[in-house]
């Protein structure tokens, strides 16, 4: 159902059952949380499998909405375990599903169609094309990029069918999300898969027109706390904070300060935004993306957590006095000489009644009182519940004797059956069962090349080099060159030509996109790979086919599914995330071409804020702006990305250290594939 209240939900996080406790008792609508695998943040806490349903229940008693993350990229041989995490998680009654695997999506509403998905931040989406795309898939709601400014989050989600939600406050990722491969292929361990090593928070030596070093990719935590106003105004559904890796204290304390704020509906004053900053900050706050102030001053995003705030917090938290959460319910009683004593506890439409085995008798000395009763009933310390005797309405006889262990057996009894009553499993029918993997026979096939390259500039010398060509791709700003056009067309004519799109493409750019790929398609170009869902109806309005790039993070057979049998793309690139194993497993079909990046350098991270150009490093050229150079010596090349909106600077892509060359694994020749992905430049790009 859409959410039309203007007022959005706070949406918290609970990286602990503590944190969750915290979070409730601090006014949370909506938390978010994992169990003990597939989801994003697999260095939290979590939970164990029984501490993830009592989770679930607590939320249900307390009527705040569980959205379950299950936000990770999933091989063929773990689908059965992450649809059977989501079904029992389902009929414990979680309210909705934090996915980033289209694969895992598309089975779940298949299954189990009745279950709520939200689209991770994982997804990247960032423009309205993509929203709609995964609004067909079965998400009704879109978790947006982080990238985006009011401007965007409004024009995304106006007049539209699925909700929105927006990131508000917490730790912001330099890269796009989903588009992340530092952690993954320089350390072994992947973002997409829920075990980032967090690469972009160490030192650097950045090197351009000058030499700068620093953290030169450790962004300041978000915080949009002064523009609550505005985010109302929005349309926006959900308002969620970033934190599972926090403190229970941490979460307390922003989920309180933000839901002061949501009721009153007011921007932060000063001393709030102190006590954000105490609780956690990178040298203060950025809302950048949000006023879209990078433009002007994209120095100004970044930060690193000094000792100082680290003492900040210590002394914050030893602050914080975090109460247990109590559910207030209300109370019927009866004490009635002659007739079976009945207690019914009452919360919300919830209701339960406990009669008792004996009857009421007259006192030999003073009877019961009102308050004497009231006070047992209410003795509720070991439970959810609270009850204050105004909630209790009581028949009581005068001079009737009401033993205490009657009051305490009926009351332990009374709470039980509320609670069980509050949190019975929900009766979920589920379609078809499980997935069954195929693993492919290990034999050798002809593999053809797809060819990349950063210019038209010696393209027949680089192309001699190679055999067994299947097709050519140049970026999509190569058609913007009308200096170019008659060397295209020649190409063309001779060749099979793609067109390979920005990995990011806001809605301001989309119609020059379009442009572009309509002049590219006119000069003979046949297809288009893209790397984002929110890319395919740009490319295909074109006229040109679309093929998958190696942003949409294809992991596994119901992905591939997903992109060719609903979507119409003819071709997939699968993870560079992926073993040759794991590769092997995906059945083939001879209607899909399937793909694998196999020489040149990964993309490492794409960057909404020019690093170079905020430092004052820019010298305009935008070839090679300059190099990362870590603390073991090693040079990553950062490369422009140049946007179709004039107004903005470039955006980045950071380049591993090293070329990756696949071509003398055997195992890559058994693996079913029909293309290997090579970069024909000598430096490795573009990829």
Known sequence: MKYNNKTPYLLAPAGSYDALCAAIDAGADEVYFGSSGFNARNFAKNFSDEEFFDAIKLCRIFGVRSNITVNTLVYDREINDVLDLIYQAACHGADAFIVQDMGVARAVKEQMPQVALHASTQCACHNKDGAQKFYEAGFSRIVLARELSLEDIISIGKDAPYETEAFVHGALCVSHSGQCLFSSVVGGRSGNRGMCAQPCRMEYEMCGTCTKKGYALSLKDLSLAKHIPALCDAGIASLKIEGRMKS????????????????????????????????????????????????????????????????????????????????????????????????????????????????????????????????????????????????????????????????????????????????????????????????????????????????????????????????????????????????????????????????????????????????????????????????????????????????????????????????????????????????????????????????????????????????GMCDGKCSVCGILHDRIGADFPIYASPRLDAKFPCRNIIYNSVITDLRTKKDLYTAGLDILCISAEEDGMPM
């Open 248 to 615: 229970p204290e941490y979460v307390y304390g922003v989920t309180k300060i933000f839901k002061n704020l949501l009721i009153e509906k007011r921007a932060a004053t000063g001393d709030e935004m102190r006590a954000l900053s105490e609780l956690f900050s990178r040298d203060g706050f950025t809302d950048s993306y949000f006023t879209k102030h990078y433009i002007k001053d994209g120095a100004s995003m970044y930060g690193v957590r000094s000792e100082k705030e680290k003492e900040l917090t210590r002394m914050a938290e030893k602050n914080i006095t975090i109460p247990t959460p109590r559910k207030n319910i209300s109370a019927v009683c009866a004490f009635e000489t002659g007739k079976k004593p009945s207690l019914s506890f009452l919360c919300g439409e919830n209701a339960v009644t406990v009669t008792g085995d004996v009857y009421i008798e007259e006192a030999k000395n003073a009877g019961a009182t009102f308050d004497s009763v009231a006070k047992n009933i209410a003795k509720l310390g070991n439970t959810h519940f609270a009850l204050n005797s105004s909630d209790i309405s009581m028949t009581l006889s005068e001079n009737a004797f009401v033993p205490a262990g009657l009051l305490n057996e009926m009351r332990r009894t009374a709470a039980e059956k509320l609670e069980l009553q509050m949190t019975e499993e929900i009766p979920l029918k589920r379609c078809r069962m499980g997935f069954v993997p195929v693993r492919q026979p290990e034999k050798e096939k002809q593999i053809r090349l797809r060819l990349y390259f950063a210019s038209c500039e010696n393209f027949e010398k680089k192309l001699s080099a190679f055999k067994n060509v299947e097709s050519v791709v140049f970026p999509l700003g190569i058609f913007a060159e009308n200096s170019l056009r008659d060397v295209l067309s020649e190409i063309c004519r001779k060749y099979k030509v793609g067109v390979l799109f920005p990995r990011v493409l806001f809605e301001s750019e989309r119609q020059t996109a379009y442009g572009i790929l309509c002049s590219a398609a006119q000069t003979g170009a046949s297809f288009c790979e893209v790397s984002n869902i929110g890319h395919i109806s740009a490319a295909r309005d074109a006229g040109l086919k679309v093929y998958g790039g190696i942003g949409l993070n294809i992991t596994n057979t119901l992905s591939v599914q997903y992109y060719t049998e609903v979507l119409g793309l003819e071709s997939v690139v699968l993870s560079p995330e992926m073993k040759l194993g794991a590769m092997r497993d995906i059945p083939k079909s001879d209607a899909v071409t399937y793909c694998a990046y196999a020489y040149g350098r990964y993309p490492l991270m794409v960057l909404e804020n020019c690093l170079l150009r905020s430092r």
